[in-house]
C-alpha cells in the first residue's frame, strides 16, 4: 500500500528545505564573521586603527577618505590651501586683464571649488604620487612605539610611519604635513601678490576711448 506521505513532491521539498537550511546557516557565519571583524578591529584611538584604516583607503584608491587620519597640523593646511586660492581666484576674476585672468583663474580652478579639505589633500595626494608610493610601502605592522602624542609604526616591510595623537584621540599621520604646511604658505604668498596686483591694475588710468 502507498504511504501517501511520499508522494513525488516530497524529495523536492527536502531538497528545497535543505537548500534553505544551508544558506541559512552561511549567512550566519557571515553575520558573526563581520560581527568578530568590526569587534577585533583596533580603534582609531590607537596608533594600529589609524594605520590600518589609512591602508584600506590606500588600497580603494581614495586619498580623501584617510585626510581624517591625518595630524591637525596638515588638515589646517589643506583648508588653509583652499581658502587663499578661493580669495585669489575670486580676486583674479574681478580685477585682472586678460589673459592673466583665465590663465590664473584656471590654474586655482582645483583647490578653489575644493568642498573640503579632503579634495584638497586628494589633490595633492595625485599630484605627488603619494599613493603609488603608499601602496608600494604599505605591509603589515611589525612593531609599534609610543611616546607620548607621538607614535611610529614600523611595517614588515621596515618602512617606518609616524603619526601624532590629535585632539580628538585620533592618530594622525604626519607624513605629509611639511608638504602641505609648506603649500599653503605659498598659497597664502601668492595671494597676497595678486592682491597687490589687483589694486594696481584698478588704480592704473583707463584708455581714453578712440574719437570715433
Known amino acids: 500500500m502507498n504511504d501517501p506521505a511520499a508522494s513525488p513532491k516530497t524529495p523536492a521539498r527536502l531538497r528545497r528545505r535543505t537548500v534553505s537550511l544551508v544558506l541559512l546557516g552561511l549567512g550566519a ?7 568578530y571583524a568590526y569587534a577585533s578591529f583596533p580603534s582609531d584611538r590607537t596608533p594600529e586603527g589609524a594605520y590600518l584604516r589609512v591602508a584600506i583607503a ?16 596638515a588638515q589646517h593646511a589643506a583648508y588653509t ?10 580676486r583674479v576674476l574681478a580685477g585682472y586683464p586678460e589673459p592673466e585672468r583665465s590663465r590664473l583663474a584656471q590654474t586655482y580652478a582645483a583647490e578653489a571649488s575644493a568642498p573640503d579639505g579632503a579634495d584638497v589633500f586628494a589633490l595633492y595626494a595625485k599630484r605627488y604620487g603619494w599613493m603609488t608610493r603608499l601602496r608600494h610601502d604599505l ?3 611589525k612593531h609599534v612605539e609610543v611616546v607620548g602624542d607621538r607614535a611610529t609604526i614600523e611595517t614588515a616591510h621596515g618602512t617606518r610611519y609616524p603619526f601624532r595623537r590629535r ?4 592618530w594622525g599621520l604626519t607624513l605629509f604635513t611639511p608638504i602641505l604646511d609648506a603649500e ?11 592682491d597687490k596686483a589687483a589694486a594696481d591694475y584698478a588704480r592704473a588710468p583707463k584708455p581714453a576711448p578712440s574719437a570715433g
Do not use: P
Open 184 to 194: 599653503a604658505e605659498r598659497a597664502a604668498r601668492d595671494f597676497s601678490v595678486i
Open 167 to 170: 585632539d580628538n584621540g585620533i
Open 139 to 141: 605591509s603589515g605592522i
Open 58 to 73: 590606500v588600497n580603494r584608491g581614495r586619498a580623501e577618505d584617510f585626510f581624517a587620519y591625518t595630524e591637525t597640523r
Open 81 to 90: 590651501i583652499r581658502d587663499f586660492r578661493k580669495k585669489a581666484r575670486e
Open 29 to 35: 557565519a557571515l553575520a558573526g564573521r563581520v560581527v
